[in-house]
């Protein structure tokens, strides 16, 4: 995970992560395509852990700014504002809502070939395409 923090704090510049048990990864201020309420948004994305974790597993979950909305205020599907399990409402306290984001065929590649492989960097590409492609995400 310190990679590819270093990587994509060179792309973001303001990036942090848990560097105790790596469960989580956050950017600040993501610049947000046309078609949405906000020109930034940060970004928590929750890194799977266990045995197996990340970077065997993907990454399912991200954290964004509660109150985004398109500009046209259309509701946004796979964004939830309410959660039922303490973590969910922890986090939906501190104003944030989140993204359901199920990859289904995430090919990791560790160690020296971590970029040859699916990785947050790749997951943050997949972000700002869903945030990019919003006619797909509104009713």
Known sequence: MQTE???LARRYRSVSYDREDGTWFYIEKLAMPPGWNKQYVDILIDIPWGNP???SVAPQWFWTDQ???TSSGRSIQHFFTRGSNLADR???DKGWGHFCVHINQWRPAGGRNWQQGHSLISYLDLIKTIFRDRKRLTR
Do not use: R, T, V
Request: aromatic content about 8%; glycine content about 8%.
């Open 67 to 69: 109150d985004l909305a």
């Open 90 to 92: 922890q986090h939906l």
């Open 5 to 7: 923090a270093l990587e």
């Open 53 to 55: 974790g990340y970077p």
